[in-house]
């Protein structure tokens, strides 16, 4: 629909300047310093100059419209209307109405060219008391007022200004009618179309797309077929409301019966079939087309990307000739999104050509696939010989920064953001804070998230997950209510934290009020991750029983219980050596997680400490004939900038021996401390 209001301001455009042609005709208005003699002599020279000015602005080149307009010894209305059209276009607004101002003499062109101006920069009214002040208007005029109301939103006001106007043409009409149903005021839009006595192409042509994106896709191809006369944006309206309405054998059979094709019906046409998923059929109509449009091909790449057709995809970028940076980085993407990160890579270092994009898109599939060292690397490439670094690179290398060992390279990252100045980019922010909470520096993360200047659900959310994540559950509570005092709603994450955060503190009343009040209050239905604190929160202060009614509420509201939630309860029998309800817990888990060793290693530990011993030596002879293998533990710590990894039973440390004797010494000082 923005197309053919786009089309109406083009018409407008047309009536203006007839209107400037008709100004040419009459005797020019001159300073008054110049005498009447003097300046018929000079007209002649007016025109080239004036033509001049308009040219340099049509290219872009205000400066030397401005030099020559200055330089000219006389000018007429023509000259300052166009340099004040100049102005206008190039967003200096302020200066197009100073050059207003500064008119020795005005016409009609003069106030609808301001008025436009003023209009099209949000100054309503400005453009309005311009309207008011002029001593006479034409329905370019009107026009223009109507158009710029609609622009700024204000739909009813332009058709109170409508409904006065002395006279109206076509144009006045179309543009109304696009307005009401661009608003989604179809009735009053099909009133207006009702009242035209005289109706025009675009008139049909906004009625149809109208009509179709209500889904009244028949009264609109009613409204088709009924035209005197169509042209190629009434068909590729039509074609575009069959799409929009899921019949695209429709559309295909009316792109066929078309008497000439543009360049839009084509991607009309190959589009919907996309949307359609008949990738195939897009491929063969996108061959058949007499000019290609890289970002229809792109659109077709990228739909069997979002299906899972990597390989496919890969082919078709390797056997034609239409690709372009987009297309590749497109398929990157979905190497990444398939774990296949040495193809993604291939790609990358084969491409001729890289924008910021691809080289952020490959840094951060880097980080999402475990290979965040390999990110980093690349990130330190991209400072020396790629492009300019920008907020989505920082954002991507924080949110690598976060899973690392070490908090260096964060720090390091955050000082960087800082000198390139992106700091007060709201993402940019959020992974500062959630790289320190996940860094174990909630300092920090909370000096980050106070400087901020606006927070949105993520900034909340890193900010209490983080203090929540770390036990500190009355400061994550605490920012939780200060994030309520707030006009930001507390999504499905902010309350994972919140029930987190009192599980940490032992807000047993807390918690139940909380769930309930995310249920009641904000309409959220609880997901396995909320299920999960409760019966963690339950379960962890004795309350067993009530994490099992817990659990049978959510069998009875038909939510399938996760092995997550069983998980809770089973770690809680173990704390309780409730040994009847942990059976029961753990025989679940390890029907939908066979090889999880955690869970056969705590069923042996709570019979072996509830006295059944044949038990416990059951569940050892299962997790050996399932092939289960205990996961050895692991730990790092940092001393002197430098990561150290240790895995349970691993003797490998080159100061492995160092650290036993420090070991024994620390055991020798308890022992005789106690």
């Known amino acids: 629909m923005f197309v053919f209001i786009s089309r109406l301001t083009q018409d407008l455009k047309l009536t203006r300047n007839l209107s400037v042609k008709l100004t040419k005709t009459h005797a020019p208005v001159y300073p008054n310093f110049f005498t009447q003699n003097h300046t018929t002599t000079t007209l002649p020279n007016l025109k080239p100059l004036n033509s001049k000015i308009s040219s340099y602005i049509r290219n872009g080149l205000l400066e030397e419209a401005r030099k020559l307009f200055d330089d000219m010894p006389r000018r007429n209305t023509v000259t300052w209307n166009a340099i004040i059209r100049g102005y206008f276009l190039d967003g200096k607004f302020d200066e197009a109405v100073n050059l207003f101002d500064r008119m020795p003499e005005r016409d009609v062109v003069s106030y609808n060219t301001v008025i436009a101006g003023l209009m099209q920069c949000g100054d309503v009214d400005g453009a309005r008391d311009v309207f008011d002040g002029m001593p006479s208007r034409d329905v370019v005029t009107w026009n223009s007022m109507v158009a710029g109301y609609i622009r700024n939103g204000m739909m009813y006001e332009a058709v109170r200004v409508f409904d006065g106007m002395p006279l109206k043409d076509v144009i006045s009409w179309n543009l109304v009618i696009g307005g009401l149903v661009n608003c989604g005021d179809l009735n009053l839009a099909e009133e207006f179309f009702g009242r035209m006595s005289a109706r025009d192409v675009v008139s049909s042509t906004i009625m149809i797309s109208g009509l179709a994106s209500a889904g009244r896709v028949v009264e609109a191809f009613k409204l088709f077929e009924n035209m005197p006369v169509r042209d190629i944006r009434a068909w590729n309206a039509m074609m575009v409301g069959y799409i929009e309405n899921g019949h695209i054998e429709a559309a295909e059979d009316l792109f066929y019966k078309m008497p000439e094709l543009d360049i839009e019906s084509w991607n009309i046409l190959v589009s919907g079939l996309v949307r359609s998923e008949r990738v195939n059929d897009a491929i063969r109509i996108f061959m058949e087309m007499p000019q290609k449009c890289q970002r229809t091909w792109n659109s077709i790449l990228l739909e069997l990307v979002r299906n899972g057709r990597i390989k496919e995809a890969h082919a078709y970028l390797e056997k034609f000739p239409y690709s372009d940076v987009v297309s590749w980085t497109n398929l990157i993407v979905g190497y990444f999104g398939l774990g296949e990160v040495q193809s993604a890579l291939k790609i990358f270092e084969s491409m001729p050509t890289r924008d910021a994009t691809v080289w952020n898109a490959t840094i951060c599939g880097l980080g999402e696939n475990d290979h965040g ?248 002879a299962r997790m050996k004939e399932k092939g289960v293998k205990k996961q050895p533990g692991c730990s790092w710590i940092e001393v002197n900038n430098r990561a150290h990894v240790f895995l349970s039973g691993d003797s490998s440390h080159p100061e492995f021996i160092g650290i036993c004797c420090v070991l024994d010494l620390i055991h020798m000082e308890i022992e005789i401390e106690t």
């Open 373 to 620: 060292e390999d990110g980093l690397k690349l990130f330190i490439r991209m400072k020396e010989s790629g492009p300019s670094l920008d907020k989505a690179t920082f954002t991507s290398v924080l949110t690598i920064c976060s899973n690392l060992p070490t908090i260096d390279f964060g720090k390091q990252t955050h000082s960087e953001v800082i000198k390139a100045g992106f700091n007060g980019f709201i993402a940019v922010s959020n992974a500062m804070v959630t790289m320190y909470a996940r860094c174990g520096s909630m300092h920090y993360a909370l000096l980050e998230f106070s400087y901020m200047p606006s927070h949105d659900i993520i900034s909340w959310n890193s900010i209490i997950c983080g203090f929540a994540h770390h036990g500190n559950g009355e400061k994550a509570l605490e920012m939780f209510e200060r994030m309520r005092l707030t006009d930001v709603t507390p999504n499905h994450i902010t309350f994972v934290g919140v029930l987190s955060a009192c599980s940490h503190a032992g807000l047993i009343d807390q918690g139940r009020y909380q769930f309930d009040f995310m249920k009641s209050k904000y309409c959220l239905q609880p997901t396995s991750e909320h299920y999960t604190c409760i019966v963690d929160l339950l379960g962890r202060y004795g309350l067993i029983d009530e994490a099992m009614n817990v659990l049978d509420q959510m069998k009875a509201d038909g939510v399938e219980v996760p092995a997550s939630v069983w998980g809770a309860l089973l770690g809680a029998c173990r704390i309780y050596k409730n040994i009847e309800v942990g059976k029961i817990a753990g025989q679940r888990i390890l029907e939908m997680e066979p090889c999880n060793s955690g869970v056969y290693l705590i069923l042996v530990e709570l019979f072996l400490t509830g006295g059944k011993k044949e038990d416990a030596e059951n569940i050892w």
